[in-house]
DNA sequence: CGGCGCATTGAGGGCGGTCAATTGGTGTGG
DNA sequence: CCACACCAATTGACCGCCCTCAATGCGCCG
């Protein structure tokens, strides 16, 4: 069940195989999740924290006009609110994107692995660390990088992201969001994603068509994006 | 040297004498750094980490079109670059805004006393995990939130957080950025910071003479805001 | 076939951007 | 004490990216 995981992890740091059975061992049960159902809401305190294992989820807020912002997409293989572990308190809700099967990790069985296992509590403070420099890479193209920009860098990260959980089918993969929910990750009205969607493929960089972007020149798209795939960490060394 | 992080932290958990000691002497020593001066740059592999004792920082990335993104302020008893100890390689450069005192803390030692208490251990990924979730409300902010809405937004964080380390007289408290600078944390222009700063003033909630903010009217300056601080995990339990 | 969700298109408006000039405070040298 | 430089704050004019509102297409499914 923690394969995604496990694949996720080693791609930063070799991990031990006493490391892997007990992180298996800590998985409780397995829970699924309706498309658009929350799987964690705001203000809740949650006694176990949820690996995805099959799906989309994204984290989101609500403002009171009506407004949703996602400040997190999720792929399988990632926690999806590891955080909520130490964090105790949820700030924000996820949502299930699509329809999802998630891993519930018990927090008490977190701490048990983390007290046991130094190294594997590293690499899940680590994941954690991930998932901060992604926020910071949005905040770069919310804030600087115009839509055209801003949405090509989203697909250079979703694509590497994917690859490394082997979700993607040689340069494409399966985005299953609206352009609604585009606009909600990407701080822009649908009516604009549509544009630059448009736009992005009128640059020829990439095949967009329902479900399914193929990257069809990467360096194009990659200088679209200015893309620098550092903050994803996807070096393996020991940690 | 480290009281102010031990404040931090005592804020969220208690913090036992052993740990504090051990903390305290995991600090190998302390450098100045010059306003406008890099503390750690995009690149690097620092074998230590800053703790911040003097002064303010940010976090920033440059695009290539010559703008800025500042995606983390920083304040008296943050760390500013924790994650680098497991992350190894800086996805982003870290700039003194002002005249500067870091503690450094080589990693070796960070990793001995993570390995020793298991608690600071965790409160020290907790703290990462705070700087995630400001992280996301300024996604939020810029994102889904007018300018001015936005700004206040910024202000009422920025109290909290000096608040927590003592920083604060009363209601006031110096914030020595300028709109430049605020321009790049907030993702607008200069020139749009100073009308919506004016339109702030205007307001009443506040009165922000050169670096001196005072807070007015709390209630109204948390309803432009939307403020919320649940995500400042201001709550002292056990982690 | 009709309903529904999502993608697409058009028209018009506003928030925030750029460019450029002015003000004002502070520090320095004559 | 004043001239000057320098930096940050402020203002004005104009522009454009992206928003809102609203309608239309389009594929899927009961």
Redesign the interface.
Known sequence: MTSLLIRKLEQRDTVPDDEKQDLEGALARVKEFQADEDMVR??DRPSESILLLEGFAA?Y?L???G???I??IHVPGDFVDL?SF????M??SIVALTLCRGGLFPHENLRQI??TH?HL??LL??S??I???I??E???A????PALNQIAHLVCELFLRLQTVGLTQDLSFQLPLTQAELG?V??LSTVHVNRVIQELRASEAVVWRGDTVTIEDWPRLQEIA?Y?P??L?L?R?P?
């Not at 130490?86 to 308190?89: C, E, H, R």
Request: glycine fraction near 8%; charge should be positive; hydrophobic fraction near 30%.
């Open positions: 705001e203000g984290r807020k403002l009171s006009n407004k949703r912002q400040t997190a955080h130490l964090q105790k308190k700030d924000h983390t007290d130094l509590g590293r403070w680590l954690t660390l998932d901060a420099a926020h910071r949005w905040l770069v919310m804030g600087r990088r909600d990407l701080g200015e620098d550092t903050y960490i070096d060394e940690r």
